[in-house]
């Protein structure tokens, strides 16, 4: 306990406690509520047992926590029913409940930064335009096989996985949601390897 940082406990904390309030009442069914949340249960899992091996900047894990947040927000409302995407809608005159595209987006955003972080001390790559693309690929390469494991959900069990596609009869939601990855991706690496810590990648 001593070498855990008390800003990343508290991290822990808020998305545990995130965590035990999605599955409390769920929109949807469990099943649902076990398929939109275990990206951020299983992410979770993996950082609490690499903590001591591989600990990531406070600022990766703020990202990270956010971004479990905005999934387990979206389990338990079943994305499509989020009260935030009727606000959009309204908003935005959006014709969808998008609240899922901030899902995707976040789904660029924390891969490419992890990937950052595992690049710049995993391997010799220290170029930040090398670095900013693989990241990017690798964000795109996770968005689109979330995108196979849905299809594959939907065909072993078209009707009580409906809601964990949450396509609202759009036929673009897939090509959206991939581009929604890509800008996320896009603008992280270009935030994250310009700024000034990061100068380092460029010697």
């Not at 990206?39 to 406070?58: D, E, Q, S, W």
């Not at 901030?102 to 090398?130: C, D, F, S, Y």
């Amino acid at each position: 306990m001593n070498n855990i940082a008390k800003s990343h406990l508290f991290l822990l904390g808020l998305v545990l406690l995130t965590t035990l309030w999605s599955v409390i009442g769920v929109e949807d069914t469990y099943l649902t509520w076990i398929l939109e949340a275990a990206p951020a249960i299983v992410g979770l899992l993996v950082l609490v047992f690499t903590y001591k091996k591989f600990r990531m900047p406070t600022y990766l894990y703020v990202v990270m926590a956010l971004h479990m947040a905005v999934l387990l927000v979206g389990a338990h409302y079943s994305y499509a029913k989020v009260p935030l995407g009727f606000w959009m809608e309204d908003w935005f005159g959006f014709t969808r409940n998008n609240y899922d595209k901030i899902g995707h987006l976040m789904q660029g955003v924390t891969p490419a930064l992890v990937m950052i972080e595992l690049l710049r001390r995993t391997t010799p790559i220290k170029t930040a335009g090398w670095t900013g693309f693989l990241s990017v690929c690798v964000a795109e390469a996770i968005s689109a096989l979330y995108e196979i494991i849905e299809w594959l959900a939907s065909l072993s069990n078209p009707t009580d996985t409906e809601a964990f596609l949450g396509t609202q009869g759009y036929i673009w939601d897939t090509q959206t949601d991939m581009f929604m990855c890509l800008i996320g991706a896009t603008i992280s690496v270009l935030i994250c390897l310009n700024a000034k810590k990061f100068r380092k990648l460029e010697t």
